[in-house]
């Protein structure tokens, strides 16, 4: 459809007013209407892949420039080529690899942001939260939730990478950011490693502990070993069409995402396995933990192997097929969409 003509007179009075009305820090809602109320999303965000054998070697090189003190984190940020200088890989959400070598520690310290990792690279790491210490090991899923003390060190002799995914670009959106550094850069044991689970993590919780939904979990820690137990043992009933076997990880104790403003999931494609085309508006941030295959992303088309690193974008058809027996993990903002009656799918 083409543009009305207008007469020329009355365009240049359009034009004279909307100069005035600038002046006052004014503008007319009828010229930016289509682009602030769109028929659909339009995503700024491009579908994006990071080749973990391609930037390993450059995670590495960071740490023989910078050490974990001085950088405090020392994080490679994954930043969506169509969104550079913005330090995001969606619009909501942030991703890098942090690298920690043998005797570091990051220091400790505490901040708005939620905050989740997931250990790709490397035995030997721990990090802590709020005085508990977990064993970082590959496939583990950790959170650290929104102003909760945390540190990391490595007792091994290896280096160690991991994936962290953290909701920096919502809380920037609301200009709610806070930090604060602790005094000592490595906190005191206040309870023995696995405390967390045993507490909150076996269906069962403290006699008077009480929690809503939109409060972050206990658990702060999900072993790959029992998520991977989960999809190898449900891998061989009928698959879901379009997303194979996908669980999504739960606070045990209210049964709501381990976040408020991030979700996390987990899938097993068995080999040769292709998922129909499926779209869903909470843009998310995949990472194969095993196996290979190829991702279809809107019109584009990504290989992707273990380790590796793939965005899709809100509201881009994505369709999967795998390689060989493959497992993916999977985090994005749907848990504060759904909060806020914004998300929604659609599968073909």
């Given at each position: 459809m083409h543009a009305k003509t207008i007469p020329e007179d009355l365009a240049n009075a359009r034009a004279e007013f909307y100069r005035r009305i600038g002046q006052l820090s004014l503008t007319p809602l009828w010229e930016v209407l289509g682009a602030l109320v769109p028929p659909s999303p339009r995503p700024t965000a491009a579908?994006?892949?990071?080749?973990?054998?391609?930037?390993?070697?450059?995670?590495?090189?960071?740490?023989?420039?910078?050490?974990?003190?001085?950088?405090?984190?020392?994080?490679?940020?994954?930043?969506?080529?169509?969104?550079?200088?913005?330090?995001?890989?969606?619009?909501?959400?942030?991703?890098?690899?942090q690298l920690i070598l043998p005797g570091e520690v990051a220091p400790a310290h505490r901040h708005a942001q939620s905050a989740l990792r997931l250990v790709l690279d490397g035995e030997g790491a721990y990090t802590?939260?709020?005085?508990?210490?977990?064993?970082?090991?590959?496939?583990?899923?950790?959170?650290?939730?929104?102003?909760t003390w945390h540190d990391h060190g490595?007792?091994?002799?290896?280096?160690?990478?991991?994936?962290?995914?953290?909701?920096?670009?919502?809380?920037?959106?609301?200009?709610?950011?806070?930090?604060?550094?602790?005094?000592q850069d490595s906190q005191q044991a206040l309870r023995p490693e696995g405390d967390a689970l045993l507490r909150y993590g076996n269906n069962m919780v403290p006699v008077d502990f009480h929690q809503t939904s939109s409060e972050p979990t206990k658990v702060f820690v999900y072993p790959?070993?029992?998520?991977?137990?989960?999809?190898?043992?449900?891998?061989?009933?009928?698959?879901?069409?379009?997303?194979?076997?996908?669980?999504?990880?739960?606070?045990?104790?209210?049964g709501a995402s381990p976040m408020p403003t991030?979700?996390?999931?987990?899938?097993?494609?068995?080999?040769?396995?292709?998922?129909?085309?499926?779209?869903?508006?909470?843009?998310?941030?995949?990472?194969?933990?095993?196996?290979?295959?190829k991702a279809a992303i809107g019109d584009q088309s990504f290989d992707f192997a273990e380790r590796d690193v793939f965005v899709v974008p809100?509201?881009?058809?994505?369709?999967?097929?795998?390689?060989?027996?493959?497992?993916?993990f999977s985090f994005s903002d749907r848990p504060v969409q759904q909060a806020l009656g914004l998300w929604r799918q659609e599968k073909t």
């Open positions: 579908p994006a892949i990071w080749r973990y054998k391609e930037v390993r070697e450059h995670v590495m090189e960071a740490g023989r420039l910078i050490t974990a003190k001085e950088a405090e984190r020392r994080v490679l940020i994954l930043e969506n080529p169509a969104l550079r200088g913005n330090s995001s890989i969606t619009q909501s959400l942030y991703a890098g690899l802590a939260v709020d005085g508990e210490r977990t064993t970082m090991r590959r496939g583990d899923f950790i959170i650290t939730p929104s102003w490595n007792l091994g002799d290896e280096p160690v990478v991991w994936l962290d995914g953290l909701d920096i670009p919502i809380v920037r959106f609301f200009d709610a950011g806070f930090a604060e550094h602790a005094r790959y070993a029992k998520t991977r137990e989960s999809l190898l043992g449900i891998s061989e009933s009928d698959a879901d069409p379009h997303f194979g076997h996908k669980l999504r990880y739960v606070n045990p104790s209210t991030m979700g996390a999931f987990a899938q097993i494609l068995k080999k040769g396995f292709e998922t129909r085309p499926c779209r869903s508006t909470d843009g998310t941030v995949y990472v194969c933990l095993e196996g290979e295959g809100s509201w881009q058809m994505l369709q999967l097929r795998a390689a060989s027996d493959t497992i993916l």
